[in-house]
């Protein structure tokens, strides 16, 4: 399968900074980016879609001020968690999905963020 | 609006066969995915069924039913590993996935 990778795997910030989480498609042109969190013992949560150059769509209750999304390229989006606190804590993951091959999507390995 | 059903936890011994089932309503459909995700991991993809019938890879088997708004997941010959959150997701008619909260199965030797 195609391979999505998500950069850092794991980081710890202090209230207040911002972290930058990476999702690069590896082998395959991705014109669609998801970005979700997952809770302990949750389920996914999709935080918001983005597409190759136009602005992110947000789901209801995210903050698009908070959670800074850029899909510059066809290989690469970017989630910008500004002002971090606490309770932004969680599992971040990306997927991404295959221009060619709409109905398949690909996970990256997740961040995870713990902020103190 | 849209849902997607299946049970919180499950639990089943080595060796054995596991069915975990799936309900889901959805805005238009688009296939139905199974995917696998152990804890601290990202999922990772098992099945995709769009059409009705039994798909079978390996020991996991996926079935869908589209009149009745059903899919379930068929493990067999359980191992420990298979020891992971099984997640169910529904393709609406926007090619979005609609997420279910996930079956722990647990495997007991």
């Known amino acids: 399968g195609a391979v999505v990778s998500q950069h850092p795997s794991w980081v710890i910030c202090k209230s207040g900074t911002s972290v930058k989480i990476e999702c690069r498609s590896l082998d395959f042109q991705a014109t669609t980016m998801f970005w979700y969190r997952q809770f302990p013992k949750q389920s996914l949560m999709l935080m918001a879609t983005s597409n190759e150059g136009s602005k992110a769509t947000y789901e209801q209750g995210v903050e698009k001020d908070k959670f800074l999304i850029n899909h510059a390229s066809l290989t690469l989006s970017t989630l910008t968690v500004t002002s971090a606190h606490p309770e932004d804590s969680s599992f971040y993951i990306c997927?991404?999905?295959?221009?060619?091959?709409?109905?398949?999507?690909?996970f990256g390995q997740g961040t995870r963020l713990t902020v103190v | 609006g849209q849902n997607i059903d299946q049970p919180t936890e499950m639990t089943a011994t080595e060796g054995a066969i596991v069915q975990i089932n799936c309900t889901y309503q959805?805005?238009?459909?688009?296939?139905l995915f199974w995917y696998q995700q152990h804890a601290g991991e990202a999922p990772t993809f098992l099945s995709y069924?769009?059409l009705d019938g039994l798909e079978e890879k390996g020991r996991f088997s996926s079935f869908l039913s589209r009149s009745k708004g059903y899919s379930y997941l068929l493990l067999k010959e359980l191992q420990m590993k298979d020891s992971a959150s099984y997640l169910c997701a529904g393709m609406d008619s926007n090619y979005q996935l609609i997420w279910g909260a996930g079956t722990k199965l647990i495997i007991k030797p």
């Open positions: 069924n769009v």
């Open positions: 959805t805005s238009g459909f688009n296939g």
């Open positions: 997927s991404a999905r295959d221009s060619e091959f709409i109905t398949e999507a690909f």
